[in-house]
């Protein structure tokens, strides 16, 4: 189960993600178009 959900600053692109995508995608930015992310954009499900 998702424990966050994700909301591209960038393309708006809403992920729900558990712990280990949510820092993948801290380290690598947006998995849909590579915008750099920071941890306001994911919020507790
Ligand atoms: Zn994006």
């Given at each position: 189960m998702s424990e966050y959900e994700f909301t591209c600053p960038d393309c708006g692109q809403q992920i729900d993600v558990n712990t280990p995508v949510r820092e993948a995608t801290l380290s690598?930015?947006?998995?849909?178009?590579g915008a750099s992310v920071s941890q306001e954009h994911f919020s507790r499900q």
């Open positions: 690598h930015g947006c998995p849909v178009c």
